[in-house]
């Protein structure tokens, strides 16, 4: 096992909804620890940016819409196989189709307001996690 560090951006939906404290107590019952956090509201621009791997696919500009449409809270998780474990705590991207228990299966409205984003591999965890933060901020 290694000491990995993912991103995990709880989504404008459960934000609105106030699931923060909720989806968070997810994290750390699994043995995950929150090592840096801020709640932001991105522009538009910042999301084109941080999303700009799926520039070209059909739902870019409406995810980036969405991303921008109110706030966000970013955080680093820090644990053993932070990317996997937090993948697997998210369920998959549709709700509909995640696993029963996972954050997305019982907070998720659709593909798209599915409450969580996390890094999908070790090498972007590194790139989102420096798109957000830098190294002062993350405190283990």
Do not use: W
Request: proline share 2%; with cysteine; hydrophobic share 40%.
């Amino acid at each position: 096992m290694s000491l990995q560090k993912t991103l995990s951006i709880i989504k404008p939906d459960a934000v609105a909804r106030n699931l923060i404290g909720s989806i968070d107590s997810r994290f750390e019952q699994a043995g995950l620890r929150i090592v840096a956090m801020r709640r932001i509201k991105m522009t538009k621009e910042q999301a084109q940016a941080f999303y700009e791997v799926h520039k070209d696919k059909a739902f870019y500009d409406s995810l980036c819409d969405y991303m921008s449409s109110g706030p966000v809270v970013v955080q680093v998780l820090s644990g053993e196989n932070a990317v996997l474990k937090n993948r697997e705590i998210m369920g998959a991207t549709n709700p509909a189709n995640a696993e029963i228990g996972t954050i997305r299966r019982d907070f998720g409205e659709s593909i798209e307001h599915n409450a969580v984003h996390g890094s999908d591999s070790e090498e972007n965890a590194l790139q989102e996690i420096s798109f957000f933060f830098n190294q002062l901020d993350i405190v283990e």
